[in-house]
């Protein structure tokens, strides 16, 4: 039988699982192959220092109980809170320092005059001016059946 | 502690069992997890008790542990050192496998894996270790001893 088979036995199963025929089957092909003999031993050993691992039993603290009631004392005070206070402690801050640049920004814009600048200023009253003028000039403007009427009189008065 | 803060959480669809037993093992598992993991041992790592205890492990006939509290932890020292070379998960699976004689649905159903993925990591992890545990056992005397087959 091949090596490869034997530990491929080996890593199928914990050592407890195994049947009888199956450790038979290791233990005689063990006895004629150093490898596999290496590996039934180290896979022996690793069985029972994992076994004996999972027996140790791990004590808490001593200070776990009060740990745990403090933890709870802590949930439940914060559960207590309103939710915008707890929210204030958390964003309190970065809200606050938008509120005084915003303030701030405000404030400047009404304190400081505006820069004029003067040629531009000229151009937008020419325009203003010219646009003045036509549109008082639109309503001076006679019909077309005016015009019409006026030519149609003269030819006439000819 | 977790569970009772999470109790909200609880839809009742499954056992109150296993939602608690997978709230514990999601919890060693992330302990495994922060734990700082140390590199492979060598043979020149071990304690004196360490190397007593394999020596008194190998010439053993019957192979039967010695249950005194100190050779638990002896023994307990040396599984963290080979179960140190596995991930976190596997840790898990061979821990509640081969330590606590969990079937593969068990640790299915505790860590929320399939049972071929219990079954995959259980392998590979017990091949990791069996190398581990060839390494520190290193040219020690012991056992059945032939000829190259």
């Known amino acids: 039988m091949k090596d490869e088979h034997i530990i491929k036995i080996l890593d199928g199963a914990p050592l407890s699982r195994l049947s009888v025929e199956q450790l038979e089957l290791v233990r005689s092909h063990s006895r004629n192959c150093v490898s596999c003999a290496t590996a039934y031993r180290a896979f022996s050993v690793s ?27 802590e949930r439940q005070s914060l559960e207590n809170v309103p939710v915008f206070s707890r929210l204030w402690k958390s964003a309190g801050a970065l809200v606050a320092s938008m509120a005084v640049t915003t303030a701030v920004l405000a404030g400047l814009s009404f304190m400081v005059p505006p820069a004029v600048a003067p040629a531009a200023d000229q151009t937008a009253s020419a325009y203003s001016a010219e646009s003045l003028l036509l549109d008082q000039g639109s309503e001076d403007q006679m019909s077309y059946e005016q015009v019409l009427s006026t030519i149609y009189a003269d030819d006439e008065a000819k | 502690m977790k569970a009772f803060t999470q109790l909200k959480s609880f839809e009742g669809r499954g056992s109150m069992e ?27 790592d071990l304690t004196d008790d360490e190397n007593k205890w394999l020596d008194a492990q190998l010439s053993d006939v019957a192979g039967e542990p010695r249950h005194s509290v ?12 080979v179960l140190n070379v596995l991930s976190p998960e596997d840790q898990m699976a061979l821990l509640m496998m081969d330590g606590e004689d969990a079937s593969v649905k068990e640790v299915a159903e505790a860590t929320g894996w399939s049972e071929s993925k219990v079954k995959v990591r259980a392998f590979r992890a017990r091949k990791k270790v069996r190398e581990a545990m060839e390494k520190l056992l290193g040219p020690r005397k012991g056992g059945a001893v032939g000829n190259e087959g």
């Open chain 2, 70 to 81: 100190e050779q638990t932890l002896i023994a307990a020292d040396l599984a963290d050192r």
């Open chain 2, 18 to 44: 296993g939602w608690l037993t997978r709230i514990a093992t999601n919890t060693c598992l992330n302990l495994i997890r922060s734990a700082k993991r140390r590199p492979e041992s060598t043979v020149s």
């Open chain 1, 47 to 73: 069985s029972t220092v994992i076994k004996e691992r999972a027996q140790v039993v791990v004590e808490p603290t001593p200070f776990f109980q009060t740990k745990v009631l403090a933890a709870l004392r």
